[in-house]
């Protein structure tokens, strides 16, 4: 319903530049007005510095063999590309890996951070005392920036004496000697695991948003007509969530594809930089080693599969609303 | 407990069977959440021997601050004090910065004609979708070129660049009701006036959320500041954390004191605005 307002109030026609009533003549003449410019430019300025220009200039970047240390950077055309899909080249094994260790990452915890959130989400749209105090609970670890629960986490799985294993051993589960940051696939399950404690929250605060959006006469019509939960669930809840998932699944596959603190601070990419998201290989490549040139061009095409994933994820999640 | 009065009779033992089930559930599920923050504190509390001794203890053996004074001190090679007040004022300014640049060109956007309008509205947004990473390596070099390295400013102004607020506040001011500005205007009421006078002061609470989600982000960027600060003196917290895992690799006493520093203003600022902060994440969803 909000929805509706805000497009309605956005199609009426609205008066020109300084902004003088339309006074009901047929006043079609405009007259120039420096007023939305003056509103405009302050953001614009900001805009056009650090987004429009570096999104343009990191093509340039890309096409050059761009060492920030020397002082030429000499044009190489695509060779910074064509490196990419040349195997044996410096960048592509490391590339590839990266992008591996991504894709990893991603497919695992992402179906994790859809389904979970969801039930702790239905857990809390009951009705019972407490409730945002609850919720607040959940939320609490999203709040703390990565590099709080990256060091966090780096003690809690240190191998020796971290807080993880000793739990275990405690109940006689692998010795108290799990290698969880140094070895596969105890590295993955800790950055997979770590992860989704950390976010859960903020997905969880999305659906219960969604499930309260939906209209509660559907559930007591469905009861009447005597469908049990199970049949609630799936023939109300999920269709009356999907914009949500949709948006979900979304900004989690986003989220984690852009993974770079935990591999920093708690594998530090280990085992043989197994873990080293593309992310991380970018920022190193491009802002340790100074090899921007290379570093652009990877970025550019992390970029185009993050784009193509959305889309399709997008078609997919539309066409299944129209079946 | 609370609600678990139960009224005699088998329907509301049904009940209270559920209940007790839901809250088993939930104070479960808070243990996941709240105990790991709780280990921070404790072990930030803790005589460095005894974070890497076993068996571990709950709660501190014996009470010791060495962690903090580690950290604190005025002469520290970590001086984490420093870093505090450094991310204090870069999430001040670019939370500012944000709100007055963001309002202002929302405005305009959601209210006034003006020539090249949509198309700037649609390149606005479309930035939104843009993976950031690409931006990563040219934006380096574009704050080295105005000498912000190893500055504050660097971790001020570029953040303030995003398209989020813009779009979230022009939400917000199209769904105000335009009866009012127009009664202003017919008062002779030019549109600066309206806009500082009847906009803003209607927009307290898209403006608090907007600020307080500007904040934390600032507060908790990690990569960025990792590679545009460098001289201890110039860090914010997370790139100081990064460092202090390195400096003092083992000793968790002062590593999770340093993790206690860095969350304190955010819980704070979620305990006190967390109606702000829940409602702009679940609003964000609605939209999509």
């Not at chain 1, 979900?248 to 993974?259: G, R």
């Not at chain 2, 700037?120 to 990563?136: D, E, G, K, N």
């Given at each position: 319903m909000a929805a509706q307002n805000i497009e309605q109030t956005g199609a009426q026609p609205t008066p020109p530049g300084s902004g003088y009533p339309t006074g009901g003549k047929a006043d079609t003449k405009r007259a120039f007005s420096w007023t939305p410019y003056v509103f405009l430019a302050p953001y614009l300025v900001l805009f056009t510095v650090f987004v429009l220009i570096p999104a343009v200039f990191g093509l340039w970047i890309s096409l050059h063999n761009w060492d920030y240390l020397l002082a030429k950077q000499p044009w190489v055309g695509l060779e910074n590309y064509t490196n990419l899909f040349t195997p044996g080249s410096p960048t592509a094994g490391f590339f590839w890996q990266s992008m591996e260790a991504t894709g990893i990452f991603t497919l695992f915890s992402v179906p994790l951070l859809v389904i979970i959130p969801l039930l702790v989400a239905l857990i809390l749209n009951q009705s019972f005392r407490g409730r945002n105090f609850f919720r607040a609970m959940y939320f609490a670890p999203y709040v703390l920036g990565?590099?709080?629960?990256?060091?966090?986490?780096?003690?809690?799985?240190?191998?020796?004496?971290?807080?993880?294993?000793?739990?275990?051993?405690?109940?006689?589960?692998?010795?108290?000697?799990?290698?969880?940051?140094?070895?596969?696939?105890?590295?993955?399950?800790?950055?997979?695991?770590?992860?989704?404690?950390?976010?859960?929250?903020?997905?969880?605060?999305?659906?219960?948003?969604?499930?309260?959006?939906?209209?509660?006469?559907?559930?007591?019509?469905?009861k009447v007509d005597g469908a049990n939960r199970w049949q609630r669930f799936w023939n109300i809840t999920l269709p009356g969530l999907r914009p949500v998932l949709l948006f979900i699944v979304t900004v989690t596959i986003l989220a984690s594809a852009n993974m770079f603190g935990q591999s920093y601070l708690v594998t530090d990419g280990a085992p043989a930089n197994q873990t080293r998201t593309a992310i991380m290989y970018i920022a190193e490549e491009g802002l340790e080693n100074f090899r921007m040139g290379s570093a652009a061009a990877m970025s550019y095409i992390l970029a185009l599969f993050l784009v193509l994933i959305s889309i399709l994820n997008f078609r997919f999640l539309n066409q299944t609303e129209e079946d | 407990m609370q609600g678990t009065t139960a009224k005699p009779g088998g329907r509301n033992a049904g009940d209270l069977a559920k209940k007790l089930l839901t809250y088993a559930a939930l104070i479960l599920l808070t243990l996941i959440f709240v105990a790991p923050l709780l280990w921070m504190v404790s072990t930030s509390l803790k005589p460095n021997t005894e974070t890497t001794a076993l068996p571990l203890s709950l709660l501190p053996k014996q009470f010791s601050t060495e962690g903090y004074s580690t950290i604190l001190n005025s002469g520290s090679q970590s001086p984490a004090l420093v870093w505090f007040f450094n991310s204090m004022i870069a999430g001040l300014a670019n939370t500012l910065l944000i709100l007055v640049t963001a309002s202002m060109a929302a405005y305009a956007l959601a209210r006034m004609e003006f020539r090249g309008k949509r198309v700037l509205f649609a390149m606005i947004i479309s930035t939104l979708f843009i993976p950031p990473i690409i931006l990563l390596t040219p934006n380096y070099q574009i704050v080295d070129l105005f000498g912000w390295l190893d500055t504050l400013l660097a971790v001020i102004v570029p953040g303030a660049a995003g398209a989020f607020g813009v779009f979230f506040l022009r939400q917000f001011f199209l769904s105000l009701p335009k009866e009012l500005e127009e009664a202003a205007m017919l008062d002779g009421a030019n549109r600066y006036q309206i806009f500082f006078r009847i906009i803003l002061p209607l927009s307290k609470a898209p403006l608090a959320t907007l600020a307080v989600l500007s904040f934390l982000t600032n507060w908790n960027d990690f990569l960025w500041p990792v590679y545009v600060l460098f001289t201890p003196g110039s860090l914010t917290l997370p790139p100081g954390l990064s460092i202090l895992q390195g400096a003092y690799s083992i000793n968790y006493a002062v590593i999770m004191a340093g993790g206690v520093v860095a969350s304190i203003p955010v819980l704070i600022v979620f305990i006190l605005a967390q109606r702000y902060i829940i409602q702009g994440v679940a609003r964000s969803g609605l939209k999509g």
């Amino acid at each position: 319903m909000a929805a509706q307002n805000i497009e309605q109030t956005g199609a009426q026609p609205t008066p020109p530049g300084s902004g003088y009533p339309t006074g009901g003549k047929a006043d079609t003449k405009r007259a120039f007005s420096w007023t939305p410019y003056v509103f405009l430019a302050p953001y614009l300025v900001l805009f056009t510095v650090f987004v429009l220009i570096p999104a343009v200039f990191g093509l340039w970047i890309s096409l050059h063999n761009w060492d920030y240390l020397l002082a030429k950077q000499p044009w190489v055309g695509l060779e910074n590309y064509t490196n990419l899909f040349t195997p044996g080249s410096p960048t592509a094994g490391f590339f590839w890996q990266s992008m591996e260790a991504t894709g990893i990452f991603t497919l695992f915890s992402v179906p994790l951070l859809v389904i979970i959130p969801l039930l702790v989400a239905l857990i809390l749209n009951q009705s019972f005392r407490g409730r945002n105090f609850f919720r607040a609970m959940y939320f609490a670890p999203y709040v703390l920036g990565v590099a709080v629960i990256g060091v966090l986490w780096q003690y809690m799985l240190n191998p020796g004496f971290g807080v993880i294993n000793y739990l275990l051993g405690l109940v006689g589960i692998g010795d108290g000697a799990v290698p969880w940051t140094t070895a596969l696939p105890w590295a993955w399950i800790s950055l997979v695991g770590m992860t989704v404690w950390w976010t859960l929250g903020f997905n969880a605060i999305i659906y219960l948003a969604g499930l309260q959006d939906i209209n509660a006469e559907l559930y007591e019509a469905a009861k009447v007509d005597g469908a049990n939960r199970w049949q609630r669930f799936w023939n109300i809840t999920l269709p009356g969530l999907r914009p949500v998932l949709l948006f979900i699944v979304t900004v989690t596959i986003l989220a984690s594809a852009n993974m770079f603190g935990q591999s920093y601070l708690v594998t530090d990419g280990a085992p043989a930089n197994q873990t080293r998201t593309a992310i991380m290989y970018i920022a190193e490549e491009g802002l340790e080693n100074f090899r921007m040139g290379s570093a652009a061009a990877m970025s550019y095409i992390l970029a185009l599969f993050l784009v193509l994933i959305s889309i399709l994820n997008f078609r997919f999640l539309n066409q299944t609303e129209e079946d | 407990m609370q609600g678990t009065t139960a009224k005699p009779g088998g329907r509301n033992a049904g009940d209270l069977a559920k209940k007790l089930l839901t809250y088993a559930a939930l104070i479960l599920l808070t243990l996941i959440f709240v105990a790991p923050l709780l280990w921070m504190v404790s072990t930030s509390l803790k005589p460095n021997t005894e974070t890497t001794a076993l068996p571990l203890s709950l709660l501190p053996k014996q009470f010791s601050t060495e962690g903090y004074s580690t950290i604190l001190n005025s002469g520290s090679q970590s001086p984490a004090l420093v870093w505090f007040f450094n991310s204090m004022i870069a999430g001040l300014a670019n939370t500012l910065l944000i709100l007055v640049t963001a309002s202002m060109a929302a405005y305009a956007l959601a209210r006034m004609e003006f020539r090249g309008k949509r198309v700037l509205f649609a390149m606005i947004i479309s930035t939104l979708f843009i993976p950031p990473i690409i931006l990563l390596t040219p934006n380096y070099q574009i704050v080295d070129l105005f000498g912000w390295l190893d500055t504050l400013l660097a971790v001020i102004v570029p953040g303030a660049a995003g398209a989020f607020g813009v779009f979230f506040l022009r939400q917000f001011f199209l769904s105000l009701p335009k009866e009012l500005e127009e009664a202003a205007m017919l008062d002779g009421a030019n549109r600066y006036q309206i806009f500082f006078r009847i906009i803003l002061p209607l927009s307290k609470a898209p403006l608090a959320t907007l600020a307080v989600l500007s904040f934390l982000t600032n507060w908790n960027d990690f990569l960025w500041p990792v590679y545009v600060l460098f001289t201890p003196g110039s860090l914010t917290l997370p790139p100081g954390l990064s460092i202090l895992q390195g400096a003092y690799s083992i000793n968790y006493a002062v590593i999770m004191a340093g993790g206690v520093v860095a969350s304190i203003p955010v819980l704070i600022v979620f305990i006190l605005a967390q109606r702000y902060i829940i409602q702009g994440v679940a609003r964000s969803g609605l939209k999509g």
